[in-house]
Nanobody
Framework: QVQLVESGGGLVQAGTSLRLSCAASGRAFRAYHMGWFRQAPGKEREFVAF????????TYADSVKGRFTISRDNAKNTVYLQMNSLKPEDTAIYYC?????????????????WGQGTQVTVSS
């Protein structure tokens, strides 16, 4: 089992940046593909980005491509989400998640462990 704790959220103005972190403890972090998801009020949880175990491959939702960057440091058991050029529509609770399967996916239902989330609010 792995425990995930997100941090780095906050209230920012449009056009600025934030970096979210997700610290993992428990079983070997490097055994998991890692993803970031977000959920805005009244909306379903949506995929943001994922990174494979070895960080060889990353994938982004079209809505954040070119603005967000996912990365991981397996030595620090941490995955990051650098968010640049933030927009009001990026406002949501951001969750990191870990997937132990063979292949990584955008589907939230395939992820095995979740953090509690961190609030990101972008004002116009």
């Amino acid at each position: 089992q792995v425990q995930l704790v997100e941090s780095g959220g906050g209230l920012v103005q449009a056009g600025t940046s934030l970096r979210l972190s997700c610290a993992a403890s428990g079983r070997a972090f490097r055994a998991y593909h890692m993803g970031w998801f977000r959920q805005a009020p009244g909306k379903e949880r949506e995929f943001v980005a994922f990174i494979t175990r070895s960080a060889i491959s990353v994938t982004y939702a079209d809505s954040v491509k070119g603005r967000f960057t996912i990365s991981r440091d397996n030595a620090k058991n941490t995955v990051y989400l650098q968010m640049n050029s933030l927009k009001p529509e990026d406002t949501a609770i951001y969750y990191c998640a870990a997937e132990a399967g063979v292949t990584v996916t955008r589907a939230a239902s395939e992820y095995d462990y979740w953090g509690q989330g961190t609030q990101v609010t972008v004002s116009s």
